[in-house]
């Protein structure tokens, strides 16, 4: 973490140069001028941008790392520029100034310092390690060009810090060689022509680079401020601290220009007057270099080039890793501690929660054991005033099923007396009067009901039994002619497999006549069977039709027998029933007069009988009013003390009420102060979730974001380094192929050679023959 908050980046303040703050800042505006405003139109710009520029893969890895950094610490309410302009003020030291109504970009530093060491650093050119020479005419020659219209190509330092991770020392570039040989370049003669280009063999008049350092169309003016310090040069004896050391000061590489590379070659005038200003102890002789010296020269320097990015490619690994592991093992201890802090206050909490437990068990216990006793005591209370009040109840009801019982035992008297007296009599008279004749009535009535049955059952039998022989009879009659066919058709099959058996044992040649002939008999027997059954179907034909007319005929026949004995039945049957209905009316009229008497017999004995009754209930009333009397002052004395003990139990049920009122009401206060420290640990518990929730939500968008980012930039990337594996791949075919010509040249040339040695050998052999 940086001092103001911010969590630390691969990126310093050397790898954000002018160039790419601007286009930064180009990429911002396009984002903010966009209608997106996510982290999608941000990089959408990005793309844009690269496009147009056509920026290297590394400058497309810092402005990579500088969006993410920059995505990574947004803030709420702040567009993308504030947000670019405190990002590089926060975490880069960088001041810029942004000022919409402007004309375009422009970069300050600061004066004081450029004053003093600027131009010290940058009075000489240095020389730099490539295999470009200047000798080489068509390395940066373009199409249609002459030397003076030829294009510059801007090159960044091949021995350049990696990425920011290299010290302040590691930035400097050791020169390759002493300073008369970069001076004597000065003074190189012109050549005419190197592989058809004319130009010089060094750069032409140099031009002073003492101008804006970078300037952009865009839609508002940029400032930018550092706040370093840049190291400054001396002049003096010493050779460690003077122009003459072998190593430069520290300075922005992407605006070194060398002569014959990417600037113009100065002429002897100028570069006389900037030697002469910049170094006053002496003058060198003129170097010359040939073609050998530069390419040994230039292969040394390649060579240191490779073993100095090998080393800090290997610092910056180590570097890194250093790093990673001091922030694995600083998260450990983090992890640690919180998860010390985190177990100490859970077990704080569970201590305390447990001390509550205890003290509350305790209060509840004191509580209820106080509630038992005074339980007890009402239960005690209660008990005795339950049994008083069950005495007198029991009491006053046995009084009551003892007049109860009295009373129902004089009724009982009273009404068995009255029962023999006049209703046992007057039953017993009826009953011996009636008992003869109904007895006889019933006796003729079951008789007559009996014979009935048992005519109708006989006639039924005798009629199921005479159909059911009729029905069998003709049932024998129909299948008789089948069964006969039948046992004919058995007995002739098993004659005929007799035959065939007797056949089977005859001899062979007189056994062809033989079978015509049981089967012309066969035949004939069978056709007179055949004969034999359609006659005598015609004959059982004949036969059903003359036993249908004779059932027809007896049917007649019996209908005419029975006719005058059921006319006869039927006259008696009605006489019998006029008889009876006489003999009813007869009976009902005697019953009638009989019953006239008896009930003025009644009325005289329920008279008489009513008079003794009243008389009775009257001395019975007289009894009863005393009875009453005694039995309602009885019931006042006991209602009195009824009312007393009645008085005495409220007034102790109030009190018992009103202390189990006081304990509910306890009861409820504790049971309110328990839920409202329950209500309590679940809102705390409620808003730590909430809480956790959000910030799970903020995490995972966070993540999704970068794995966006991540998938977006990786993208890219593979696309960008299959295009330059495929470059490669193609530029190793060429090689391939350049190998292959030189080999067969080279072949040739010694083939050539050997034949000519050869040839010249065989003429002076020939010539000494």
């Known amino acids: 973490m940086t001092p103001r908050g911010y969590e630390k980046t691969d990126l310093t303040r050397d790898d954000l140069t002018d160039e790419v703050i601007e286009t930064l ?27 147009e520029q056509g920026l290297q893969p590394s400058d497309d890895i810092v402005l990579h790392r500088f969006l993410f950094h920059m995505q990574q610490h947004r803030r709420q309410g702040e567009d993308l520029v504030e947000r670019f302009g405190r990002v590089l003020k926060e975490s880069f030291d960088i001041d810029v100034e942004i000022n919409e109504d402007g004309e375009g970009i422009e970069v300050t530093t600061n004066l004081d310092a450029t004053r003093n ?13 490539s295999f470009e020479s200047f000798f080489d005419g068509t390395a940066d020659k373009v199409a249609g060009t002459d030397y003076g219209d030829s294009s510059v190509r801007t090159r960044r330092g091949s021995h350049g810090a990696l990425n920011g991770y290299a010290s302040e020392w590691e930035r400097r570039r050791a020169r390759s060689d002493s300073h008369a040989i970069a001076h004597g370049q000065t003074s190189l003669p012109v050549r005419n022509k190197v592989n058809g280009n004319p130009r010089r063999s060094v750069s032409g008049a140099h031009q002073s680079h003492r101008k804006r350092s970078a300037s952009m169309s865009s839609r508002g003016s940029l400032q930018i401020r550092r706040n370093d310090h840049v190291i400054q040069s001396r002049n003096g004896g010493n050779d460690e601290s003077s122009d003459f050391t072998d190593r430069t000061t520290s300075l922005d590489l992407s605006h070194v220009q060398i002569p014959g590379v990417n600037a113009p070659i100065p002429d002897d005038r100028h570069g006389s007057r900037q030697d002469s200003r910049d170094h006053l102890q002496y003058m060198p002789e003129p170097y010359r270099p040939s073609d050998t010296r530069l390419l040994d020269e230039a292969k040394t320097l390649e060579e240191q080039r490779l073993h100095r990015v090998t080393r800090q490619c290997i610092q910056a690994w180590r570097y890194r890793t250093q790093k990673v592991l001091s922030a694995h093992e600083h998260m450990d201890n983090l992890a640690l501690a919180y998860r010390r802090n985190v177990l100490l206050r859970v077990s704080f909490t569970l201590i305390r929660e447990a001390v509550a437990i205890k003290r509350n068990n305790r209060e509840t216990n004191r509580f209820f054991t106080r509630l038992e006793t005074r339980a007890d005591k009402a239960r005690a209370l ?45 039953l017993k008279t009826q009953h011996f009067v009636l008992g003869r004749f109904v007895r006889k009535w019933r006796a003729k009535a079951e008789a007559v009901y009996e014979n009935e049955a048992i005519a109708v059952a006989h006639y039924e039998h005798n009629l199921a039994r005479r159909v059911f022989k009729d029905l069998k009879m003709k049932y024998f009659n129909a299948y008789a002619p089948q069964w006969h066919n039948q046992s004919i058709k058995m007995v002739t099959l098993r004659k005929m497999v007799e035959i065939a058996k007797l056949l089977r044992e005859r001899a062979t040649w007189a056994s062809d006549q033989y079978e015509r002939s049981v089967l012309r008999r066969a035949f004939e027997k069978w056709q007179h069977e055949t004969v034999t059954v359609q006659s005598q179907q015609v004959r059982a034909n004949e036969h059903q039709r003359r036993m249908q007319m004779s059932w027809a005929f007896r049917t007649l026949q019996k209908k005419a027998q029975l006719g005058p004995l059921l006319r006869q039945f039927q006259a008696r049957n009605n006489d019998r029933r006029i008889k009876s209905a006489f003999q009813t009316w007869i009976k009902d009229a005697q019953l009638s007069r009989q019953a006239r008497n008896v009930d003025q017999l009644r009325i005289l004995r329920n008279a008489y009988t009513a008079w003794n009754d009243r008389l009775r209930s009257k001395v019975v009333e007289d009894r009863i009013n005393d009875r009453v009397i005694i039995n309602s002052l009885y019931k006042w004395t006991l209602a009195s003390r009824v ?70 930039y990786q993208q890219k990337l593979k696309q960008r380094i299959f295009e330059k594996l495929k ?43």
């Open 25 to 51: 800042y180009e990429i911002v505006r396009r984002a903010q001028s966009s209608a997106d405003n996510s982290s999608r139109a941000l990089f959408a710009a990005y793309g844009a941008v690269l496009e």
């Open 117 to 129: 060491g600027a131009h010290a650093s940058l009075g000489r050119y240095s020389r730099r390690g």
């Open 382 to 426: 209660f008990l005795l005033t339950k049994s008083f009040t069950h005495w007198a109840k029991c009491a006053e009801d046995e009084v009551e099923r003892t007049s109860v019982a009295r009373r129902h035992i004089l009724r009982t008297r009273f009404f068995n007396g009255w029962r023999e007296i006049t209703v046992i009599n007057e």
């Open 643 to 712: 009312s007393l003990f009645k008085r005495v139990h409220d007034r102790q049920l109030k009190e018992s009420k009103f202390l189990t009122w006081v304990t509910k009401a306890n009861q409820r206060a504790d049971t309110l102060d328990t839920a409202e420290r329950r209500f309590a640990k679940f809102k705390k518990a409620q808003l730590l979730r909430t809480c956790l929730h959000k910030m799970e939500i903020i995490t995972s968008e966070k993540r999704r974001e970068e794995f966006a980012i991540l998938a977006d």
């Open 727 to 769: 470059e490669r791949y193609t530029h190793f075919q060429q090689l391939n192929q350049w190998t292959k010509d030189a080999r067969f040249y080279v072949l040739s040339k010694r083939t050539l050679k050997i034949w000519g040695e050869a040839t010249q050998h065989a003429r002076r052999n020939r010539r000494r023959i």
